[in-house]
C-alpha cells in the first residue's frame, strides 16, 4: 500500500490533472445532496477489497465533488466566503504530498521561518512590536480559544506574583455581535463568564459603552473579568468596533485586550480602510483568518501575541519524550496554541505572498472593497432593496422591500437551484434580511446587479424551491 507501483503513477498523475483542471477553470456553484441521494447515488464506499483507485476518482468526481459548493465561486456570497490564489491552492498540495510537520522547529524549521515571515508582515500591518509573534492554527476559533487561555493564564500568574488569590468566578467583556466562537469558548469551554457590552446602533462596542459597564460591575465581579474582545469586522455585519476607545478601557482596568479580525482584519492591507482599526496596535493578542480575505485555502488562522512569551507559559506541553523538541530558545508553534501535532497550514499563505508580494494583496483587498461600495449603490438605486446597516468593510446588509422569512428562504434556494449565486437569510435587528459577504476578487459589481435584480421580477412566496 505504501509502494510506489506504475498504478500508483497513473493514479497520482490523474490527480494533479483533477488538481490542474480545478485550478484552471470556473467551476459551478454545485448544489448539497441529502443522504438519501448519496447513498443512491454513491453507496458504500469503504469496503474490504477497497473500490480501486479508478472507481473511487469516478465517484468523487461524478457524485461527490459536486455535491460540494464552490466557495470560490464570485457569486458565492454567504457565511465568509474563501477565494484563494491559484498559487496559494497549488501549493497546497505540495504541503500534503511532503509531509512536512510543523509543528516544532527540530521538525520543520524551514517551514516555520517561512510561516513566521508572513506572520510578521501581519504584525507590521496591525502595528505590533518586533518580538511579536506567534502560529498559524486551523481557524478563528481556535485561535480566539488560544488567546483567552492565554489571557487567564497571564492574568493568574499576575495575581499569584502579587499574593493574590484567584477570583471566586473569571469573567471577560464581549458584546451581542462578538462572534460566536468566543462565547462558547468562554462559556462552554473555559467555564468563564461572559459580560455582554451593549454595542451602539450598529452594534459596536465602544470605550464608553465598556467604561460605563465596568463603572456598575459589583467589586466581585470586577476583580475576575481578565479580558475584553474587540471585534475588527463583526461576521454578520462587517463593522469594526472602537478599538482605539476599548483600548484604553483595557489598559486602565489592566485587562488583556484580544482583537477578533478573523475576517475584517485583512483590512489592514487597504489604505482606504486602514483608518477604522486604529487603537489594534494596543492588542495583546489578534487574529486574522487568511482563508476568509487574504486569498489562502481552507484552514488558516493567523494567530500573533503582543508577548509571545506569556503566550509560551500558557501553551507549552512537557513530556519525557519532548524533551529534545522543548528547547530553549527554538521557535516552536506548538508553544502558542491548543494543538501539538500541526499541519504547516501557513505555507500556502506565505508562498502566495512571496510569489506576488504585499502590493498585489493591498490591490485585492481594495477591489473587493470598490465592488462592495458599488454593491451598496446599487441597492440603494433599487426601489425593492433597502439597505439596513452602513458598512464598514465588504459586507452589505440588506432587505427586499416587503418580503417575509418565507419568501427569502424561498429566493435562496431558487438562485441556487439555477445556480445564479448562493446568498442565504440572515437576521438583524430582529428582522429577517440578507446579506452579501464581498471577499473574491473576482466578484463584479455585475454580479451583485444580477442576484439584486433577481429579487425584484419574482414572487419568491410563490417560487419553486426545486
Known sequence: ?????????????????????????????????????????????VVPEGLGPDEAMRLWQEVLSLAC?????????????????????????VVGATSVYGGSWLEGSGAVYAENQALRWIAELAGLPPE?????????????????????????????????????????????????SVKHALQVVMDVDVIEVPGDDRGRMTGPALRAVVDDLPDAVRSG?????????????????????VAEVARAQQWWLHVDGAYGGAGLAAPSVRHLFAGVEHADSFLVDPHKWLFAPFDSCAL??????QARAAHTQTAGYLDPVTVEGEWNPSDFAIQLTRRARGLPFWFSLAVHGTDAYRDAVEQTLAVARA?????????????????????????????????????SSRILDEQLGFVT?????????TRFAVVNPTTTADDLAQLIDSMHDVDAGAAETG
Not at 494533479?16 to 485550478?23: V, Y
Not at 459548493?69 to 498540495?93: C, E, N, Q, W
Not at 474587540?230 to 454578520?236: E, L, R, S
Open 69 to 93: 459548493l464552490s466557495v470560490d465561486h464570485p457569486r458565492y456570497l454567504s457565511f465568509i466566503p474563501s477565494a484563494p490564489t491559484k498559487a496559494a491552492a497549488g501549493f497546497d498540495m
Open 425 to 433: 437569510p440572515t437576521r438583524h435587528d430582529g428582522r429577517v434580511c
Open 132 to 180: 511579536s509573534g506567534g502560529v498559524f492554527v486551523q481557524g478563528g476559533t481556535i485561535g480566539n480559544l488560544s488567546a483567552l487561555v492565554a489571557a487567564r493564564e497571564s492574568a493568574r500568574h499576575r495575581r499569584a506574583q502579587r499574593g493574590r488569590p484567584a477570583p471566586h468566578r473569571w469573567a471577560a467583556c464581549v458584546t451581542a455581535e462578538t462572534h460566536s
Open 304 to 309: 500573533l501575541y503582543r508577548d509571545p512569551v
Open 225 to 245: 473579568v481578565f479580558a475584553v474582545v474587540a471585534t475588527a469586522g463583526t461576521t454578520n455585519l462587517g463593522v469594526v468596533d472602537d478599538i482605539a476607545g
Open 375 to 411: 454593491g451598496r449603490a446599487i441597492i440603494d438605486d433599487r426601489a425593492h432593496t433597502r439597505l439596513l446597516v452602513e458598512p464598514d468593510l465588504s459586507v452589505l446588509v440588506f432587505e427586499r422591500v416587503g418580503w417575509d422569512a418565507d419568501q427569502y428562504a424561498r429566493w
Open 1 to 45: 500500500m505504501h509502494a510506489y507501483t506504475p498504478a500508483d503513477d497513473r493514479t497520482t498523475r490523474e490527480l494533479a490533472r483533477l488538481c490542474i483542471e480545478r485550478l484552471a477553470t470556473r467551476t459551478p456553484l454545485d448544489r448539497p445532496l441529502t443522504p438519501e441521494e448519496l447513498e443512491q447515488q454513491a453507496g458504500r464506499t
